[in-house]
């Protein structure tokens, strides 16, 4: 039963059921049938309904077929430099297709960040300048004193794997907006740092504390962006470090305006490796 597709309709409340037998096919064939199915189900179902779909399932022909179906040419030369590419791992974690950041823009108030509390802590508010491209019009409030919150992302768990971390070691791109209010300066800070297994030893850091806003600003947003390369064997986490406060030091959440905070990864850059 596990190998047949049905498809159910209900004209006039009678259920008709069309069954196809996927067994006879060739392997080719089912190949191309099955780099259509999501890959969750490809893992999770798929591969338990007979050894033979097991078999196809783990083959790299269905995955790179995938890969294709979106173009992710990035994804597929990458995987020509790499040795033992684990395809169902990066096509279901996607790690190279998001922003690993979890809550860039406060939809979820503070979850998934560890924060430092300064003056009224912090609070979240809708922009008061729109961010084009950010996932939400929301944002993180600072308040008058230093108002600080860190996420740490794990990148094996989010889809990397030690080798290619090691050897290719792909470009990890930060980036974070920050903007004040109209009537009150702020002043803004980051600091990301790329962390050994230990979570304790930093690798590479990129830290930068801007001129502050001054105030009767024109509330747009600001970018601070880094890419890190070159930065050698052990990493395995991401530490993402921000802060900021007002400059009148005025009661409530006058400070800087955080949003749409992002950590990417890309694997355009990588270079072949037969090691």
């Not at 990301?192 to 509330?219: C, G, H, M, S, Y």
Request: aromatic fraction near 10%; proline fraction near 5%; charged fraction near 20%.
């Amino acid at each position: 039963m596990g190998q047949q597709i049905s498809h159910q309709q209900t004209p006039s409340s009678k259920n008709i059921v069309y069954i196809m037998d996927l067994d006879p096919l060739p392997d080719d064939v089912l190949l191309l049938i099955l780099s259509h199915v999501p890959a969750r189900d490809l893992v999770l179902h798929c591969r338990g309904v007979s050894s033979r779909w097991k078999y196809l399932v783990d083959l790299p022909t269905i995955w790179r077929r995938k890969f294709e179906h979106m173009n992710r040419t990035d994804i597929l030369r990458a995987a020509d430099m790499c040795r033992n590419i684990p395809w169902q791992r990066i096509h279901v974690k996607q790690p190279f297709s998001r922003n690993l950041v979890l809550n860039p823009c406060g939809t979820e108030k503070l979850q998934h960040w560890n924060v430092k509390n300064g003056g009224d802590g912090w609070a979240v508010e809708n922009n008061y300048c729109a961010l084009e491209g950010a996932e939400s019009q929301t944002c993180f409030v600072t308040s008058y004193a230093w108002c600080e919150k860190h996420q740490v992302i794990d990148l094996v768990k989010e889809g990397l794997w030690e080798h290619f971390l090691d050897v290719h070691q792909p470009a990890i791109c930060i980036s974070d907006w920050y903007a004040g209010r109209q009537d009150c300066g702020c002043a803004y800070d980051i600091k990301v740092q790329l962390l050994a297994v230990d979570k304790v030893a930093v690798l590479q850091e990129f830290t930068k504390r801007p001129d502050p806003i001054p105030q009767w600003n024109d509330t747009t947003y600001k970018q601070v962006s880094h890419e890190f390369r070159g930065y050698g064997p052990g990493v395995r986490y991401v530490r993402f470090i921000h802060k900021g406060k007002d400059l009148q030091f005025w009661k409530g959440w006058y400070g800087a305006r955080i949003t749409n905070s992002s950590v990417t990864l890309k694997c355009n850059n990588i270079e072949p490796c037969f090691s």
